[in-house]
C-alpha cells in the first residue's frame, strides 16, 4: 500500500550512500570566509603589510641602507685615522719583527724613516729604544718599535699593543726556523687582539742587488706560497731602495685600521719614558709617560705591568704639548687626576677566610693534624701487636692515673675507641692519599747536553722518564684500570669513592668537602651577568671628571714598584685592570695540542701561561671538553687532543687568547698547547675515575661467580649497590658473597662470555693544586744568577 501524498515524508539515504570530504582551507581562510567578513572593505598595500610582519625590506630599501651603512664606516675610519697616526694626534705603533736571521732591523727602520725628503720631519728616539718619526708631507706620525728577537715575551708584548705589524723577511736566506716559530705564536696569541700586519721582503743583502728582476720574481713567488700556507691573501711588497720605503710609508698612512673589542676594552699605554723617583730603593714610584689608548683611565684603577705585577695609581697627569722660547716641544701638565680616599682598588687578591664559617669549614683533616694524631697515638707495646690490640692496651702515662680516673676511663670506654677510630680512619685516609698522589707524581725531562754527557747522564732520570711513557701507554691501552690491593681493604683504599647510576644525570654536590684553597679565591655568583654589566658600562662610555681622556699624552705614578734594571731596548706596557680582574679564582682554559708537539703532558704538571696580557706558573689538571654538569677528569694530555685545564689564576674576562709552554731545566721553553679561556668557574667538577676489574669463574646462563675483583665478604658488601658492566656491553649487579675469598654471585641482563671481563666504575671529584706563581723579571735574574754560580761551581 503506497503512502498518502498529504503526509511529508523525506527521503533518507542509507548505508551505502556516498559522503565526500569537506573543503579543508588549512591554517589560512578561504577566499568566500574572507570576503563575508570584509564585506567589500580593501585593505590599504595588504602585500606592504604582509612584507612587513615577515621582516621583508624592498630592493631599494636594501639598497639605501647598505649606502648608508658603508658611509658610517667610511666616517668611523676616518674620524680613527684623524686620531691615531694623524700629525696633531696619537702615533700608529709599529711593530718590525725579522723573520730571518741576516736581517738587520735597524737598517731598515732607518731606511723608512730616510726615505721622504723632508726638512720639516722629525726622527726622535726614546729611552725605550721606540723611534717616533713625524712626516708632515703626509700629515702622519709613527712609532717603530724593533724588540730584541731573543726575548720573545717582549715580542709578544709589543705584537699585541701594536696597531700595525710588519714581518721582514730577505730573499737569500729565506723564512729562518724561529722565524716561523715566531710568525706561529703571534698569529695565534696576538692576531686576534692587533689590527693589521703587513709581510715584507727584505732586499738589505748584497744578493738582492746582482739578482735579476726574474729571479725576484720567483723569489717573491716562492715566499708567498710558503706564507699562503699560514695566511689568506699574503702579498709581499718589496723594500729594496728608498721608493718602495715611500711605497711603504703610504701604504700605512692610508691603510685601515680596525678596532678589534679584546683590545679596546681595557686602557692600555706604551711608555715612551719610564723613570723611577728614587732608584736607589728597593721599592720605588715608577712614572710611565705615552699616548693613553684603548678606554678612559681613573686613577681609582688598577695597573699591570708585564714581569713586574699589578699596581696602585699615585695620580695621573694629563700633558699638553706646547712650544718654549727655544722651539723645543715640550709637554706641559695641564690637569691632574688623583684617586679617591675611599675609591681606590686594593691589591688584595685573596679572600679573607672565616675559621667560624661552617660552610668554609667542610674539608678534610690537614697534615699538621694528621702528624699530631700519629704522634698521640704512639704507645710501647708488644712487637707484632696489631692496631686494634694497641688500642686496648693502656700506656705507662695512663698507668700512673689514680683510681679515679680509671674508673672514668672504664665507663666511657666506648667514646674512647670511637675517638680511636676516628683517629685510625684519618690516617688510612692519610695513607691512601700518599700512595694516590705517589703514583701520580709528577716526572721532570732534562735534555742532555752533548758537550759534557756523560758528567751530566742520569740513568735513575731517564728510567722514570721511560717509566712515564710506558704509564701513558698503559693507561691509553688499559683506560682508569688500577688493581685492588690485597693488603688493605678496598673499602678503605677506595673510601673517597663512589658509584654512579649515571654520569650524566646524577647529582653532584659542588659545596661538598671543598679544600681549604677554595676558600682563599673569588667566586661570581652569575659570571656571564658580570660579563654583560662590564660591556654595558664600556659602551655607554661615561666619562666623567676624574677620569683620563683616551688618546691623550698622560704620566702614569705607578706605586711601590719593585726597581728593576731592564734590558737596553726593552719596550715597557701598562694595562689597566677591570674590576675583580686582580683577585684570584679558579680558570678553565680550552687547550688545543700544538702538530709537532709530541710530548706527553701529564696532569698537575708545571706549566707557563700567557693568559691574554698576563704571564703566570700553575700546574693544572685535565678534563674532558664535554657538555653538562660533570667533567670526566684525564690523567695525560696527548697529542692532538682537545681537554680543558683547570687551575688556579688570576680572573680574566673572555675573550682572552692562552698560549701554554713548559719550561725545561735549561729556561728553555716550548709552545705544547694554545687555546682560549672558557669561564672562571670554581663549581666545575672534575670526576677522577678509577676502574676495578674482575673474571668469570663460573657461568650459568645469565647468573655468574665473579673473582679477583675483591679479597674479602666485607669489601664486597660495602660496594654491593654499584652497577657492573662488561667489556662486551653487559649490564648487571652483585647478588651476593660467596666465601671469603672475594668470589661473589652476580647477575646480568644477557648471557655472559667466558673470555668477558667485569668492571665496576667509582669516582671521585678532584680539585686543582694551589701552585699559583707570577711571573717577575727579578725572578728571571735571580735564575740566571744561580744558574750562573751552580756553572762556576762545576768547573
Not at 588549512?26 to 567578513?37: A, D, L, T
Not at 738587520?104 to 726622527?123: A, G, P
Not at 669513592?497 to 659545596?511: I, M
Amino acid at each position: 500500500m503506497t503512502p498518502s501524498s498529504d503526509n511529508n515524508n523525506v527521503h533518507r539515504p542509507g548505508a551505502l550512500k556516498q559522503q565526500n570530504k569537506k573543503f579543508k582551507t588549512g591554517r589560512h581562510r578561504s577566499q568566500h570566509e574572507i570576503k563575508r567578513s570584509t564585506k567589500g572593505r580593501v585593505a590599504e598595500n595588504k602585500h606592504a603589510r604582509s612584507l612587513k610582519r615577515l621582516n621583508i625590506t624592498s630592493k631599494q630599501d636594501r639598497i639605501n641602507a647598505a649606502i648608508q651603512l658603508r658611509k658610517q664606516k667610511l666616517q668611523a675610519n676616518k674620524q680613527a685615522r684623524q686620531t691615531i697616526g694623524a700629525i696633531d694626534g696619537v702615533p700608529q705603533i709599529i711593530t718590525v719583527i725579522p723573520l730571518s736571521s741576516d736581517v738587520n732591523v735597524f737598517s731598515i727602520v732607518e731606511l723608512i724613516t730616510s726615505s721622504i725628503n723632508d726638512q720639516k720631519s722629525s726622527d726622535q728616539a726614546t729611552d725605550c729604544g721606540a723611534r717616533i718619526y713625524t712626516c708632515p708631507k703626509l700629515r702622519s706620525k709613527f712609532c717603530f718599535l724593533t724588540p730584541t728577537v731573543t726575548n720573545l715575551e717582549n715580542i709578544l708584548d709589543c705584537a699585541k699593543m701594536s696597531d700595525t705589524i710588519i714581518y721582514i723577511i730577505s730573499s737569500s736566506t729565506g723564512l729562518s726556523i724561529e722565524g716561523d716559530y715566531l710568525i706561529d705564536l703571534i698569529n695565534i696569541h696576538c692576531l686576534p687582539q692587533s689590527i693589521i700586519y703587513s709581510v715584507i721582503s727584505s732586499a738589505n743583502d748584497d744578493n738582492m742587488s746582482t739578482m735579476s728582476s726574474t729571479s725576484k720574481v720567483s723569489s717573491f713567488k716562492n715566499l708567498e706560497k710558503i706564507l699562503e700556507k699560514k695566511f689568506s691573501d699574503v702579498k709581499l711588497t718589496p723594500l729594496d731602495n728608498q721608493q718602495d720605503a715611500q711605497r711603504l710609508l703610504n701604504k700605512l698612512t692610508q691603510q685601515k685600521l680596525i678596532k678589534i673589542s679584546k683590545k679596546f676594552q681595557r686602557p692600555y699605554l706604551f711608555a715612551q719614558t719610564f723613570s723611577y723617583e728614587n732608584p736607589k730603593s728597593s721599592k720605588s714610584t715608577l712614572k710611565l709617560s705615552g699616548y693613553l689608548r684603548g678606554t678612559h683611565l681613573s686613577p681609582n684603577d688598577l695597573v699591570y705591568i708585564p714581569n713586574l705585577g699589578t699596581f696602585q695609581l699615585e695620580k695621573i697627569e694629563e700633558h699638553r704639548f706646547q712650544r718654549d722660547s727655544d722651539g723645543i716641544i715640550k709637554p706641559i701638565v695641564e690637569k691632574s687626576y688623583l684617586p679617591g680616599k675611599d675609591l681606590q682598588r686594593s691589591l688584595s687578591f685573596e679572600a679573607e677566610q672565616d675559621p667560624m664559617n661552617y660552610d668554609e669549614d667542610q674539608t678534610w683533616p690537614t697534615k699538621e693534624e694528621i702528624d699530631k694524631a700519629k704522634h698521640q697515638l704512639k704507645k710501647r707495646v708488644p712487637k707484632g701487636t696489631s692496631q686494634y690490640q694497641a688500642a686496648w692496651i693502656l700506656s705507662d702515662d695512663e698507668d700512673d692515673n689514680s683510681e679515679k680516673q680509671q674508673n672514668d676511663l672504664n665507663d666511657n670506654e666506648h667514646d674512647m675507641m670511637d675517638d680511636y677510630a676516628d683517629d685510625l680512619h684519618s690516617i688510612q685516609l692519610d695513607q691512601a692519599d700518599k700512595q694516590e698522589e705517589d703514583e701520580e707524581e709528577e716526572m721532570e725531562e732534562v735534555e742532555m747536553n752533548p758537550n759534557n754527557y756523560d758528567e751530566k747522564y742520569d740513568l735513575e732520570e731517564d728510567k722514570q722518564t721511560l717509566k712515564q711513557i710506558k704509564d701513558a701507554k698503559l693507561d691509553e691501552q688499559f683506560p682508569d684500570e688500577i688493581d685492588t690491593p690485597m693488603d688493605v681493604p678496598a673499602r678503605v683504599r677506595f673510601q673517597k669513592y663512589r658509584g654512579l647510576k649515571s654520569f650524566r644525570t646524577t647529582k653532584w654536590d659542588v659545596k661538598e668537602n671543598l679544600p681549604s684553597d677554595y676558600g682563599r679565591i673569588y667566586q661570581f655568583p652569575n659570571f656571564r651577568a658580570m660579563i654583560k654589566q662590564i660591556q654595558n658600562e664600556q659602551d655607554n662610555n661615561q666619562i666623567t671628571q676624574d677620569h683620563a681622556p683616551v688618546h691623550s699624552y698622560v704620566t702614569l705614578y705607578v706605586k711601590d714598584v719593585p726597581v728593576t734594571r731592564f734590558e737596553p731596548g726593552y719596550h715597557l706596557f701598562s694595562t689597566g685592570l677591570l674590576p675583580y680582574e686582580q683577585c684570584l679564582s679558579v680558570l678553565n682554559i680550552v687547550l688545543n695540542r700544538t702538530n709537532d708537539s709530541e710530548i706527553i703532558l701529564k696532569s698537575k704538571e708545571r706549566l707557563i701561561f700567557h693568559v691574554g696580557f698576563r704571564r703566570f706558573a700553575s700546574s693544572p689538571i685535565y678534563s674532558q671538553h664535554t657538555n653538562g654538569d660533570k667533567h670526566k677528569f684525564e690523567r695525560y694530555f696527548r697529542a692532538h687532543q682537545t681537554l680543558v685545564a683547570t687551575c688556579f689564576g688570576p680572573i680574566t674576562y673572555p675573550p682572552a687568547s692562552v698560549l701554554a709552554f713548559k719550561e725545561y731545566p735549561d729556561g728553555r721553553q716550548e709552545l705544547v698547547a694554545t687555546g682560549s679561556v672558557l669561564s672562571v668557574n670554581p663549581d666545575r667538577v672534575t670526576l677522577k675515575r678509577i676502574v676495578i676489574s674482575g673474571h668469570p669463574f663460573k657461568i650459568h646462563k645469565r647468573s655468574a661467580v665473579i673473582r679477583y675483583m675483591f679479597f674479602n665478604p666485607d669489601d664486597i658488601n660495602w660496594f654491593k649497590p654499584i652497577e657492573l658492566r662488561t667489556r662486551w656491553g653487559r649490564r648487571g649487579h652483585i647478588k651476593e658473597s660467596l666465601g671469603t675469598h672475594g668470589h661473589m654471585k652476580c647477575q646480568f641482563d644477557g648471557i655472559l662470555k667466558s673470555q668477558d671481563t667485569i668492571f665496576m666504575n667509582l669516582y671521585k671529584r678532584i680539585y686543582p693544586k694551589w701552585t699559583y706563581e707570577p711571573l717577575s723579571i727579578q725572578q728571571q735574574q735571580q735564575q740566571k744568577e744561580k744558574e750562573t754560580n751552580e756553572e762556576h761551581i762545576m768547573q
